[in-house]
């Protein structure tokens, strides 16, 4: 098993921005990508963002491309996600993921979710 605890979630205004931060424990963190993905009241869960196991690809959204990054410390094993220039659509609930696969670039192979933490944007 893998755990994710999921963090930095809050209430912000347009334009700001938000660090969210992923902390995994449990079973290996190691050979799996991982991301964040998030669902807004009344809509279906969507992906936002992932990394590959070594950090070295990253695949986003088309609605957060240029305003939110995706990393990740394995050695602390925790995923961050940056995101500036937030608007009013942003606001979710964001929870991370963890794939099977080292390289998954729309998390299709999630196996493991975290909690969520809400993110609220006033206009």
């Known amino acids: 098993q893998v755990q994710l605890v999921e963090s930095g979630g809050g209430l912000v205004q347009a334009g700001d921005s938000l660090r969210l931060s992923c902390v995994a424990s449990?079973?290996?963190?190691?050979?799996?990508?991982m991301g964040w993905f998030r669902q807004a009241p009344g809509k279906e869960r969507e992906f936002v963002a992932s990394?590959?196991?070594?950090?070295?690809?990253?695949f986003y959204a088309e609605s957060v491309k240029g305003r939110f990054t995706i990393s990740r410390d394995n050695a602390k094993n925790i995923i961050s996600l940056q995101m500036n220039s937030l608007k009013p659509e942003d606001t979710a609930v964001y929870y991370c993921a963890a794939s099977r696969k080292p390289y998954d670039s729309n998390l299709g192979e999630a196996n493991y979710w975290g909690q969520g933490t809400q993110v609220t944007v006033s206009s």
């Open positions: 990394i590959s196991w070594s950090g070295g690809s990253t």
């Open positions: 449990g079973r290996t963190f190691s050979g799996k990508a």
